[in-house]
């Protein structure tokens, strides 16, 4: 039987017999789910040394601070970007696929579950829908494990056609690499691109929200230096809601950038 393009989306590597899923993403979705195996409970540990995710032991939950959010949003919940936590892709796929799982599963049953019965799961109809969104969550986890105390920022979507999705880099990265389509680009492209993009960026919120989309960018602006920019005149509101006065992140970002020569080098406050 001729080979047919493989069935995972941006592959386009030949199949081999019959089968629906490529030798290279099958064998790269096998690592995966490998990984995740070994190290699930590694990710948990990082979460919350003493409670897990559910406080159960003895003294209640404690708040996720800022290094430990990204491995909850992770593991349970639905990105700023809209990618599922690691528990919903478990969740979801497992049910496709006829494993099913119990609703009180923890992450390491339902994940050694799958790693159990991976084998006849080539050529499911669902499993070509799911490599690539296990592959970048597998990502994500092997990135926070590597380096749990460098903190992220945003870099705007991906360059490449049809991809589009969100790329983040550590503070000191000089390139990023995409999970999905897997090119590789330099971080100050990227960020020439975003300067152009948040300079037109028509957003409204408060002061508050605004500090703290820039900060995702990796730009730090302080409360009291805004508040000056506004009270000056520089910045001025464009609306209010509920009483508060909205401002434009365009407006904010553009003065921020003449503080500078290169917006970027502005620091980023570790742990903030």
Same mark, same amino acid.
Request: charged share 25%; with cysteine.
């Given at each position: 039987?001729?080979?047919?393009?493989?069935?995972?989306?941006?592959?386009?590597?030949?199949?081999?017999?019959?089968?629906?899923?490529?030798?290279?993403?099958?064998?790269?979705?096998?690592?995966?789910?490998?990984?995740?195996?070994?190290?699930?409970?590694?990710? *948990?540990?990082?979460?919350?040394?003493?409670? !897990?995710?559910? !406080?159960?032991?003895?003294?209640?939950?404690?708040?996720?601070?800022?290094?430990?959010?990204?491995?909850?949003?992770?593991?349970? *919940?639905?990105?700023?970007?809209?990618?599922?936590?690691?528990?919903?892709?478990?969740?979801?796929?497992?049910?496709?696929?006829?494993?099913?799982?119990?609703?009180?599963?923890?992450?390491?049953?339902?994940?050694?579950?799958?790693?159990?019965?991976?084998?006849?799961?080539?050529?499911? *109809?669902?499993?070509?829908?799911?490599?690539? %969104?296990?592959?970048?969550?597998?990502?994500?986890?092997?990135?926070?494990?590597?380096? @749990?105390? #460098?903190?992220?920022?945003?870099?705007?979507?991906? @360059?490449?056609?049809?991809? +589009?999705?969100?790329?983040?880099? !550590?503070?000191?990265?000089? #390139?990023?690499?995409?999970?999905?389509?897997?090119?590789?680009?330099?971080?100050?492209?990227?960020?020439?691109?975003?300067?152009?993009?948040?300079?037109? +960026?028509?957003?409204?919120?408060? %002061?508050? %929200?605004?500090?703290?989309?820039?900060?995702?960018?990796?730009?730090?602006?302080?409360?009291?230096?805004?508040?000056?920019?506004?009270?000056?005149?520089?910045?001025? @509101?464009?609306?209010?809601?509920?009483?508060?006065?909205?401002?434009?992140?365009?407006?904010?970002? !553009?003065?921020?950038?003449?503080?500078?020569?290169?917006?970027?080098?502005?620091?980023?406050?570790?742990?903030?």
């Amino acid at each position: 039987m001729a080979s047919t393009v493989c069935s995972v989306s941006h592959c386009i590597h030949p199949t081999s017999g019959d089968h629906i899923v490529c030798d290279y993403c099958w064998t790269s979705f096998n690592d995966d789910i490998k990984w995740l195996t070994r190290h699930v409970a590694d990710l *948990e540990y990082r979460l919350n040394k003493a409670y !897990g995710k559910t !406080g159960q032991g003895g003294g209640g939950t404690v708040s996720t601070d800022p290094m430990r959010q990204p491995i909850h949003t992770l593991l349970y *919940e639905v990105d700023e970007h809209g990618n599922d936590g690691l528990e919903i892709l478990l969740h979801v796929y497992l049910q496709s696929t006829n494993l099913g799982y119990r609703w009180d599963d923890p992450l390491d049953v339902m994940i050694q579950r799958l790693n159990r019965h991976i084998s006849g799961l080539r050529d499911h *109809e669902a499993t070509p829908a799911y490599i690539p %969104q296990f592959h970048a969550a597998t990502g994500r986890a092997r990135r926070l494990l590597d380096s @749990p105390d #460098e903190e992220k920022v945003l870099l705007g979507p991906c @360059p490449a056609p049809s991809c +589009d999705h969100q790329l983040s880099a !550590g503070v000191s990265a000089t #390139e990023v690499r995409c999970d999905y389509c897997r090119n590789t680009w330099t971080v100050n492209y990227l960020r020439n691109r975003q300067h152009d993009r948040l300079l037109s +960026d028509n957003t409204t919120a408060t %002061q508050t %929200q605004l500090l703290e989309l820039l900060a995702l960018q990796g730009i730090v602006v302080k409360p009291g230096t805004l508040r000056k920019w506004v009270c000056e005149g520089d910045i001025k @509101p464009v609306d209010i809601k509920d009483g508060h006065k909205l401002y434009r992140l365009g407006d904010v970002y !553009g003065r921020s950038a003449r503080m500078v020569n290169n917006v970027w080098d502005m620091p980023k406050v570790q742990g903030k």
